[in-house]
């Protein structure tokens, strides 16, 4: 079976090259050096052969950029069944019929950690009013107004397309659940979001390539889901998507919920890029 490593930074390694041990500046062989990576530096060892894989990682030191990475690796590959291997003290084993399953699976037993990243989501909450005529934001507000809260699909997505170019991202709340889930992921947001945030149908807001980005995000989810109100906000984020440098991103983003539709409740959230965003203290702000 083929084996490839993903690394702290999302990035793609052959198990076999001599690439990752110049990089780390060790002389262990490709075996040794897998088993040193997954237990020591937070790596994941993946293997596939028609259809099936084998996945390799210690839960207590795995990287969340390693995970994202993994996720979207799957979700290109067909996938028959998987061999979760997790080292716990002993190496512990399951074997899944689904790659969903098997996502599942690794998200309920990795914690990713977040630690660190407080400074890095900046939001500044602003009154509605502010949106003026004509503007992107405020026509579709203005349509979620003359649907009375429902989700007119037709109406809505023809102010999203013209309007919005497509920047938006459509979340499904489910019954007895505390989790809000990716339903449809609009096709403006962007290079990075495009390859990435495709993959997250079906996945939990959490569960993004960038897990405390989208903790974060998901806490403005799930109040506006309670209080049943639109949220304007202007935001200053720092993210990191797997194999790129981190990156800031300034946008305005508006969401708004509507009524139950069946079992589940909808939360659409839309954006529009603006440079000139700040949220940030600057060195001469620091030093006055």
Known sequence: MHTVLFDDMGDVWDAKSRSLAEVLGASLSAD???KYVVRNLGFIAAA???????????PAVVSGTALGALIYWLHDRPVARVLLSFLEGDWMHELVASRDEAIRRLLARVAPRTEGREGDFLKQQLPLHVLQANTP???LLDAWADCRGRYDRERLHSVIQQALNGRFVLFEALPGSSSVYVKEVGKGLGQSGNYWLSRTKGLRVEDQPDYAYGKW???VYREV?????PALDNVDAV???PQQPRKCYRYRRLVLPFEQVGNSTLVLSATVIDPHISLRVQPSQEAS
């Open 225 to 229: 889901l309670d209080t049943r109100n």
């Open 217 to 219: 995000v998901a806490q």
């Open 32 to 34: 040794e050096l897998t």
């Open 239 to 241: 993210v990191n998507f």
């Open 48 to 58: 596939e052969n028609d259809g099936s894989v084998s996945l390799r990682l210690r």
């Open 137 to 139: 934001l405020r026509a």
